[in-house]
């Protein structure tokens, strides 16, 4: 399996607090990618990164922030948390930019209450 | 932009019986496509990838797809499903540069007993 790991599995959050989830990789892959996952809408791109400190918006990215200071670290933050940010938040990364497989994280399953 | 388009987002079938499931891709470029699965509370594993050549691809736990550019489809068969095969199914395709994939809104494969 890929290295990928990410922190926290599991968190609850109050209305209106930041959050930042953490994404890392051991396989020096250049290219990763915060996705959230939620019924119906299947996986929608957040924020992707192309190398290190080099990042830009997905279809979803109003709220959130990312950043890439190094290879293997990928944070994503919502600055404010919102109910409807209420979701299952997967990193995936890969190698190349095509036909290639993308390998992703086990998933932080986030609630805003 | 690439798209695709998972045509059903449930499908029941019993053990042991034979199943489809639908994928349908728009692109202007050249065509690569995946099948992920995704098992519950786990994140996304390829099943398979169509690159080029033959257009029957085979991949993991007896699955396999077809491409086919003329009806832009790209449907995953297996002949025989077990109860293992419980999961969600995505198709996705390569987005525009650096963004990563595009999934489908995915399937929900039932295996009745």
């Known amino acids: 399996d890929a290295g990928i790991t990410q922190s926290p599995r599991h968190k609850v959050t109050e209305t209106g607090t930041p959050v930042t989830l953490r994404c890392h990789q051991t396989?020096?892959?250049?290219?990763m990618y915060w996705y959230r996952q939620d019924p119906g809408h299947g996986l929608r791109l957040i924020h992707y990164?192309?190398?290190?400190?080099?990042?830009d918006k997905g279809e979803v990215s109003d709220g959130y922030s990312v950043s890439r200071s190094k290879t293997e670290d990928f944070l994503l933050t919502l600055e404010s948390a919102t109910s409807s940010q209420t979701s299952v938040y997967f990193c995936?990364?890969?190698?190349?930019?095509?036909?290639?497989?993308?390998?992703f994280g086990q998933g932080t399953r986030l609630t805003v209450v | 932009a690439q798209s695709v388009t998972q045509l059903d987002s449930q499908v029941p079938v019993f053990e042991e019986a034979p199943v489809e499931l639908r994928c349908n891709y728009s692109?202007?470029?050249?065509?690569?496509l995946f099948w992920y699965v995704q098992y519950p509370n786990q994140g996304l594993q390829l099943l398979l990838k169509?690159?080029?050549?033959?257009?029957l691809v085979k991949g993991i736990n007896g699955f396999e797809a077809e491409f086919n550019k003329s009806q832009t489809s790209f449907h995953l068969r297996k002949p025989s499903v077990h109860i293992s095969d419980t999961a969600e199914y995505f198709c996705a395709v390569p987005g525009g540069g650096a963004d990563g994939l595009t999934f489908g809104k995915g399937t929900h494969l039932i295996i009745q007993p």
């Open positions: 396989e020096n892959h250049r290219y």
């Open positions: 692109s202007s470029v050249s065509v690569y």
């Open positions: 169509y690159l080029s050549g033959s257009t």
């Open positions: 990164s192309y190398g290190v400190k080099d990042t």
């Open positions: 995936a990364t890969g190698d190349t930019l095509k036909g290639t497989e993308a390998f």
